[in-house]
């Protein structure tokens, strides 16, 4: 289910002022954040966030078209070895 318009997106405060701490120092240090389930606003535009997967922190730089969407659709949290038998026919 969607959240109500009326609320508006869900920010992390604390990201929110990071960001834009950062976009004042025009700082290219990318900020680190726990926060996966906040909503990219046009304010980060241009920003490098390193979102948690569960693992290690993976490196997210933020496009015009990644507004409206959350940070943890782009740190997958599942890698993808292969299939067994992809690895018996490249021998």
Known sequence: MARSIWKG???ELSLLKKAE?????????PI??????ST??????GLTFNVYNGMKFIP????EDMVGHKL?????TRSFPGHAS????KR
């Not at 701490?21 to 240090?29: L, R």
């Not at 990219?40 to 535009?45: A, K, N, R, S, T």
């Not at 943890?72 to 997958?76: K, L």
């Open 9 to 11: 997106p869900f920010v």
């Open 21 to 29: 701490d950062a976009q004042d120092a025009n700082s290219s240090k």
């Open 32 to 37: 680190k954040t726990w926060s996966r389930r």
């Open 40 to 45: 990219i606003l046009p304010q980060f535009v």
């Open 60 to 63: 997210v730089s933020v496009s």
């Open 72 to 76: 943890g659709e782009f740190s997958p």
């Open 86 to 89: 992809d690895k018996k026919g």
